[in-house]
């Protein structure tokens, strides 16, 4: 059973746009949602993380919102690069140990 | 401040041999996880090391086996290796686990022929 749900599986945005990326999960015991970039032949890299006592959070052109009562949390990239260009996986892990649920992942396009 | 580093890149084996991948974590973290990284099922949890203690441990078969040393050192080790092994495989350090920031290994890939 996938624990973190995550949509779209790809998604293409203008330069300059807005890019969005959805993700649901089930268990209410998760308290800490990272999102990670991955570029082709990296590892992936932590953009930025949420606890549920928080409703968003933002650093730089990223944005976390949570929506707790819905077990829904997206990203936002404001002002989209090419640079932006990545794969984006949302994640969910429980207050103790360091096991992250993963969701499937999205591949984002940013044309110019 | 290093990052996380994985040794090697990358391997080729064949199947039915063994292999063994090295994480070094960044300085004064003392979590180490791995991770299965492939197209078809994304990235899944192995295991992780705490203190030298595996701490948890996800559903993979136990051919699938890891350990930490004192200086928070990993390897994992894969016996009896099958061609679905090939993947990219990740480690991740943290300084105490439990839900906080984990920084992630280039990966070593993995290709079994």
């Known amino acids: 059973q996938q624990q973190v749900k995550q949509s779209p599986q790809s998604l293409i945005v203008q330069k300059g746009g807005i890019s969005i990326i959805n993700c649901a ?3 209410t015991a998760f308290d800490y949602f990272p999102w990670y970039q ?5 590892g992936p890299a932590l953009l930025i993380a949420i606890r549920p006592d928080v409703s968003e959070k933002k650093e730089g052109r990223f944005t976390i919102s949570f929506n707790k009562s819905a077990k829904q949390f997206s990203l936002h990239i404001m002002d989209s690069q090419p640079g932006d260009s990545a794969t984006y996986f949302c994640a969910a892990s429980y207050h103790t140990g360091n096991q992250f649920y993963f969701g499937t992942g999205t591949s984002l ?3 110019p | 401040k290093a990052g996380v580093t994985q040794t090697p890149r990358y391997l080729i084996k ?6 063994t991948l090295s994480c070094s974590p960044i300085s004064g973290h003392r979590s180490v996880s791995w991770y299965q990284q ?10 992780e090391y705490f203190s030298e203690t595996q701490r948890n441990k996800g ?9 930490q040393f004192s ?3 990993s390897e994992m080790n894969v016996s009896t290796l099958e061609l679905g092994d090939s993947a990219l495989y990740l480690c991740a ?3 105490e686990g439990g839900g906080t920031e984990a920084f992630f290994g280039q990966g070593t890939r993995l290709t079994v022929v």
């Open chain 2, 93 to 95: 350090s943290s300084m």
């Open chain 1, 38 to 42: 991955q570029f082709p032949g990296k």
């Open chain 2, 71 to 73: 200086n928070s050192r």
């Open chain 2, 38 to 47: 492939t197209p078809g099922q994304g990235l899944q949890f192995l295991f």
């Open chain 1, 25 to 27: 999960y089930e268990n």
């Open chain 1, 109 to 111: 396009t940013v044309i």
């Open chain 2, 59 to 67: 559903n993979f078969p136990g051919r699938f086996s890891g350990r």
């Open chain 2, 14 to 19: 064949t199947r039915g041999q063994q292999v």
